[in-house]
Structures are given as structure tokens and as C-alpha cells.
């Protein structure tokens, strides 16, 4: 079965803490993508990242960063220095190349709220 | 600008309203999709459209009806709706529908059945 958790229904941290959000996924496939989506309040979902399951290497963009590992089935998320505009919904999903009709399957959601 | 947009924003109707709700993309992608989002819920997937055909139907109600006239448009008719219908409704839109494309989405259409 397919399956994407993000135990942390809500995050609440004061500006400039790190903070990670985690996310642990379940697949029999073994080429599948990973992905992390953004939510602000204005609505739409703004995609992060990528990553396929035959690369490991930890992604760094600014602030932002994701470890990967496969031996524990995780894709974490960490924000350092959060701001206060990091407030958002965060969404993993996980899709399988051999399904071929496509399917994302996502997380609940985690939502971040930053405090100034 | 997310290159995604849909009209409108927000809409109310009644159970026995016909409304449709729009999506336009301007990323010269292939594949279109309509998501709902209700609260604590996962993210589900209703339609998928490939070069204006439908590849995806996860048992989506009758009372849904997507049609996508061209590779840049796609519509999501409704019509004898019930309250749990309420949710955020998605467009998003990808190169194409393979697992491995990212998606690129709009603000959502906020409707509430009455």
C-alpha cells in the first residue's frame, strides 16, 4: 500500500528557530518520487522539490533543506532562520513510476505558523 | 503569478444551481488536473486530463463533469451538489502526467453548497 505521513498536524516556533518537518513514506515500488508542496493562505500549492528514490543526496536551497533516506523511508523538510513568511501548510506526496495512472498520494499536511 | 488561474475565487450555490468553475494555464503543459480539498483531509485527486483526453476518473460523483476543450482550458461543471461538496477545488496543471513532473497549481475556487 501507498502511504505518505506527516505525524505533526501543526508546528509552532518563534522567527529565526529552526524547525523540521517530517515526513515518512511506504512504497513496494523502487523508482518513485518524492515531492514538498507549500500552501500559504492565498490557497494555491507551490511545489519545492523533487526527488527521485535513486538520489539520496541532501538538497540545500537558502534556507531550506531536505534529508532523504531511504533506510528509514523518510524525506524531512528543515527551515533555518524561519520568518514569519514560512507560515504556511507544508504537504509531502509521494508518486510511483510504475502506476501509470498517475497518482499523487499526499500527506495530511503539516501547518507551520511562525510567530514574530 | 503561478501561470494557474481560476475563476472564480469563491462561490455559494444551492443544491439545485448549475455553476461551472474555470481553469487556464499558460505554461504550455500538457496535462490538467482538479484536485479537492476539504478540511482534514488528504488531497484528492478528482480528474486528469493528457492532451485534452481523460486519463483519470478516481469515482468522481455524476454530479461532476469536467471537460477540457483544448490542452490550456479545463472546466469542472456542477451541478445538484450537496453541502459536503463544500471544499477548496485546484486546478493544477504539469508537463505531462507521468509521476515524475511537478505540478503547478492555482489559488483554488472556495465553494460552499447551500
Known amino acids: 500500500a501507498q502511504k505518505v505521513t506527516q505525524a505533526q498536524t501543526e508546528i509552532s516556533v518563534v522567527e529565526k528557530e529552526d524547525v523540521t518537518l517530517d515526513c515518512v513514506y511506504e512504497?513496494?515500488?523502487?523508482?518513485?518520487?518524492l515531492f514538498w508542496y507549500k500552501q500559504p493562505p492565498s490557497g494555491e500549492l507551490v511545489f519545492l522539490i523533487r526527488?527521485?528514490?535513486?538520489d539520496e543526496q541532501n538538497e540545500i536551497s537558502g534556507r531550506y533543506s531536505w534529508n532523504f533516506q531511504k533506510s528509514t523511508s523518510s524525506f524531512n523538510f528543515t527551515i533555518t532562520a524561519s520568518q514569519v513568511v514560512d507560515s504556511a501548510v507544508y504537504f509531502c506526496?509521494?508518486?510511483?513510476?510504475?502506476?501509470?495512472?498517475?497518482?499523487?498520494?499526499w500527506g495530511a499536511g503539516t501547518k507551520l505558523i511562525i510567530k514574530p | 503569478e503561478t501561470g494557474v488561474t481560476q475563476t472564480p475565487r469563491h462561490l455559494v450555490m444551492g443544491m439545485t444551481n448549475k455553476k461551472s468553475l474555470k481553469c487556464e494555464q499558460h505554461?504550455?503543459?500538457?496535462?490538467m488536473y482538479w484536485y479537492k480539498q476539504s478540511a482534514k483531509k488528504p488531497l484528492e485527486l478528482m480528474f486528469v486530463?493528457?492532451?485534452?483526453?481523460?486519463?483519470e476518473n478516481n469515482s468522481v460523483p455524476s454530479r461532476f463533469s469536467p471537460e477540457c476543450p483544448n490542452s490550456s482550458h479545463l472546466f469542472l461543471h456542477l451541478h445538484t451538489l450537496q453541502p459536503e461538496d463544500s471544499a477548496l477545488y485546484l486546478c493544477?496543471?504539469?508537463?505531462?502526467?507521468?509521476?515524475?513532473?511537478?505540478?503547478?497549481f492555482g489559488q483554488g475556487t472556495r465553494l460552499t453548497v447551500v
Open positions: 506526496a509521494l508518486s510511483e513510476a510504475a502506476d501509470s495512472n498517475y497518482q499523487l498520494i
Open positions: 493544477a496543471s504539469s508537463q505531462d502526467f507521468k509521476g515524475n513532473t511537478e505540478a503547478f
Open positions: 505554461l504550455g503543459h500538457n496535462a
Open positions: 526527488r527521485n528514490s535513486f
Open positions: 486530463y493528457s492532451l485534452e483526453e481523460r486519463v
Open positions: 512504497t513496494r515500488d523502487t523508482t518513485y518520487y
